[in-house]
């Protein structure tokens, strides 16, 4: 089973700045099924990057995701106040999905 | 509007039975493969089960696989968790999500709670 590990657990930047969120797998993963995700408090997670790079619809052009192989990343470019949640890397392969611990944004 | 509405959660005894129902709207159902996907209570994302747009493919996580059946009426747009033999460890909002092609979970549900406890 592929074992995706997020880092840093939680990350604390001020709006206005710029955040990277990494996601490494175990083993290769496929970039076609590889997605990253936004949790809110009391909230259903919320799509923002699939394919590894391409933005769901309507997610803002701020966030962007890149790498491939085991690397993951997602970079928020300038940060907003409704930026700061908890964001999930999930992976699809041999029939399973995984997805990686987290990474909690919180305001410094 | 996609829209996907969990119900069927609540508080069930270790060893008991629940069945969650996920009602879909806005989309064409039968066309889309359908996830279930849950969160402790303060934790991460745990996948649960996959069934295809026909029923011809069922996966399940090895932590629930021989107690859980996922299942799905297309003529009803619903899709369906049996949850039997539970644990305190299946406490947990349960969601299910769209697969919108590629393996994306592209929509979600708001949730349900299940809680499983003596």
């Known amino acids: 089973e592929i074992v995706l590990t997020q880092s840093p657990g939680t990350l604390s930047l001020s709006p206005g700045e710029r955040a990277t969120l990494s996601c490494r797998a175990s083993?290769?993963?496929?970039?076609?099924?590889l997605a990253w995700y936004q949790q809110k408090p009391g909230q259903a997670p919320r799509l923002l990057i699939y394919?590894?790079?391409s933005r769901a619809t309507g997610i803002p052009d701020r966030f962007s995701g890149s790498g491939s192989g085991t690397d993951f990343t997602l970079t928020i470019s300038r940060l907003e106040p409704e930026d700061f949640a908890v964001y999930y890397c999930?992976?699809?392969?041999?029939?399973?999905?995984?997805f990686g611990q987290g990474t909690k944004l919180e305001i410094k | 509007e996609v829209q996907l509405v969990e119900s069927g959660g609540g508080l069930v005894k270790p060893g008991g039975s629940l069945r969650l129902s996920c009602a879909a709207s806005?989309?064409?159902?039968?066309?889309?493969?359908m996830n279930w996907v849950r969160q402790a209570p303060g934790k991460g994302l745990e996948w649960v089960s996959s069934?295809?747009?026909?029923?011809?493919?069922?996966y399940y996580a090895d932590s629930v696989k021989g107690r859980f059946t996922i299942s799905r009426d297309n003529a009803k747009n619903s899709l369906y968790l049996q949850m039997n033999s539970l644990r305190a460890e299946d406490t947990a909002v349960y969601y299910c999500?769209?697969?919108?092609?590629?393996?994306?979970?592209?929509?979600w549900g708001q949730g349900t709670l299940v809680t499983v406890s003596s």
């Open positions: 999500a769209r697969d919108g092609w590629g393996r994306k979970n592209d929509y």
């Open positions: 806005g989309f064409t159902f039968s066309s889309y493969s």
């Open positions: 069934i295809s747009s026909s029923s011809s493919y069922i």
């Open positions: 083993q290769s993963v496929s970039s076609s099924y």
């Open positions: 394919g590894a790079s």
């Open positions: 999930q992976q699809y392969g041999s029939s399973k999905y995984t």
